[in-house]
């Protein structure tokens, strides 16, 4: 939503300033420029990059005008899963993550939070990481340098669109002196005729300019920061679930590692103390219910 109001904003005010100062906007309706710079800006993303990049830039671009998926209840959520899952390791034993981790769709625990099923990045890095504990042989201060590695990894993968795009607004002026040149061509061809087509000639020629450094600084390149935002926020994202993960294979009580995880997720949407705690008590008291009545009914019979 803000990416759409920030474009309105922008080019609402060059039209705005544009007509207060008496300009004529047909003269800026110039399609033959824009099809040489929109074509050859394409055609560089073209050149520079493998289909793998290019599906992630139309991923990018299109999830940049959508709001951002990690909210403060999504945070919520996550810690009361990990409170779940890490109180089901410390009862049971890890041996008993094993059905939550090779089937995560069938997970008693994972199910009942589809959003996070939803994120594949985030369930095999849960997934993958848990298994390894489970099977053993290998300590919780390799498994964490491991994590930073496959951290780092993903979040450059991650920028790898954003800096194509990033690349592709940074030619977008110089692609519009291209078209400025080709126009200015075209007027040197028209000398001698009336001077208000060779203005027109020359005002067109302009537009290119124009548009090549309006598209770069009021567009794609704004497009391209949004982008690198959102891989920014998936780390963090990742990096609350490593936070947790750890704590606990070092010996942590679940509901501490859940507040080191807490600890971890970025400031300005980290929920409080209080709202992860009723969340974890909720989880917990909703565990306990099915005990106490399997309980029950094994002292009945």
């Given at each position: 939503m803000f990416a759409i109001i920030g474009i309105v904003v922008v080019f609402g005010c060059i039209v705005a300033g544009y007509l207060m100062e008496h300009g004529n906007l047909r003269v800026l309706m110039q399609p033959a420029e824009l099809v040489i710079i929109g074509g050859s800006a394409v055609g560089t993303v073209l050149i520079a990059n493998p289909l793998s990049i290019l599906k992630d830039i139309a991923r990018g671009i299109a999830g940049a005008f959508a709001s951002s998926q990690y909210s403060i209840q999504r945070y919520v959520d996550l810690l009361k899963m990990l409170f779940e899952l890490l109180n089901k390791a410390r009862r049971e034993g890890l041996v008993a993550l094993e059905l939550d981790v090779e089937e995560p769709d069938k997970s008693p625990v994972l199910t009942k939070y589809a959003s996070f099923l939803k994120d594949h990045h985030a369930v095999h890095f849960l997934c993958d990481s848990?298994?390894?504990?489970?099977?053993?042989?290998?300590?919780?201060?390799?498994?964490d340098?491991?994590?930073?590695?496959?951290?780092?990894?993903?979040?450059?993968?991650?920028?790898?669109?954003?800096?194509?795009?990033?690349?592709?607004?940074?030619?977008?002026?110089?692609?519009?002196?291209?078209?400025?040149?080709?126009?200015?061509?075209?007027?040197m061809g028209s000398l001698g005729g009336p001077?208000?087509?060779?203005?027109?000639?020359?005002a067109a020629a302009l537009v290119g300019t124009f548009l090549g450094i309006l598209l770069c600084?009021?567009?794609?390149?704004?497009?391209a920061?949004?982008?690198?935002?959102?891989?920014?926020?998936?780390r963090a994202f990742l990096n609350v679930l490593r936070a947790a993960m750890i704590a606990f294979l070092k010996g942590i009580a679940p509901v501490l590692a859940v507040e080191i995880g807490r600890r971890a997720v970025p400031v300005h949407i980290r929920p409080t103390f209080?709202?992860?705690?009723d969340a974890c008590r909720a989880a917990k008291s909703g565990a306990?219910?099915?005990?106490?009545?399997?309980?029950?009914?094994a002292t009945a019979g």
């Open positions: 848990m298994r390894m504990a489970i099977s053993g042989g290998i300590e919780a201060f390799d498994l340098q491991m994590l930073e590695g496959d951290l780092d990894i993903h979040h450059h993968e991650g920028t790898l669109a954003p800096d194509a795009l990033n690349t592709m607004a940074d030619a977008l002026p110089g692609l519009g002196i291209v078209a400025a040149v080709l126009g200015v061509v075209i007027t001077p208000e087509e060779i203005g027109h000639k020359v600084y009021g567009l794609f390149g704004p497009i920061q949004r982008m690198s935002k959102s891989a920014e926020e998936e209080k709202e992860v705690e306990s219910a099915p005990d106490e009545a399997g309980a029950s009914a």
